[in-house]
T-cell receptor, first 114, second 111 residues
């Protein structure tokens, strides 16, 4: 298996633009997680899905952030409009079981909003 | 109190020494405990999991769990320069179904 695949690896955008991050989980993994990592706050869970259904989005910072999982093999995280404080590394992770085993992370997307 | 706390570090040890990384957590209902290693510019990689009190050994790595003290640790024996990375402690609590990460501690193993 190719692991969790994220795209793009790097994204530089101007403030106010829409940004879409993409993730393909490991085949057969029922859980998909979006995390954000910054030096100040570490790894923060934004939202997670079980069988394509959003279960907990309490970590989504504000309405500018939205996430979808239209099918078992694809998820997006969208920021509209983007702001400089959104600059971070965004990781997608997937898991076969919720929490009882560790998660497998994708390579991440480094987002810079200027 | 933060849910998962790790000493901020950094931690520097000489090659061949034992590195001891510590983590405390606040939720007594926590069930599963993990250590991730993250090299600079890379994604977190799971290296150890532990679910019951005591020690769990895997090669040069030993995870220790003490639920009464709400404490998890990772020992790295015979540290190598390739062990230089940030180590993240993660705790899963079934009540809120979240895997919560500590901020991590950066380990530097000097040759």
């Amino acid at each position: 298996d190719a692991g969790v695949i994220q795209s793009p690896r790097h994204e530089v955008t101007e403030m106010g633009q829409e940004v879409t991050l993409r993730c393909k989980p490991i085949s057969g993994h029922d859980y998909l997680f979006w995390y954000r990592q910054t030096m100040m706050r570490g790894l923060e869970l934004l939202i997670y899905f079980n069988n394509n259904v959003p279960i907990d989005d309490s970590g989504m910072p504000e309405d500018r952030f939205s996430a979808k999982m239209p099918n078992a093999s694809f998820s997006t995280l969208k920021i509209q409009p983007s702001e400089p404080r959104d600059s971070a590394v965004y990781f997608c992770a997937s898991s076969l079981v919720e929490g009882e085993v560790g998660y497998t992370f994708g390579s991440g997307t480094r987002l810079t909003v200027v | 109190q933060k849910e998962v706390e790790q000493n901020s570090g950094p931690l520097s040890v000489p090659e061949g020494a034992i590195a001891s990384l510590n983590c405390t957590y606040s939720d007594r209902g926590s069930q599963s405990f993990f250590w991730y290693r993250q090299y600079s510019g890379k994604s977190p990689e799971l290296i150890m999991s532990i679910y019951s009190n005591g020690d769990k050994e895997d090669g040069r790595f030993t995870a220790q769990l003490n639920k009464a003290s709400q404490y998890v640790s990772l020992l790295i024996r015979d540290s190598q320069p390739s062990d230089s990375a940030t180590y993240l402690c993660a705790v899963f609590t079934g009540a809120n179904s979240k895997l919560t990460f500590g901020k991590g501690i950066t380990l530097s193993v000097r040759p």
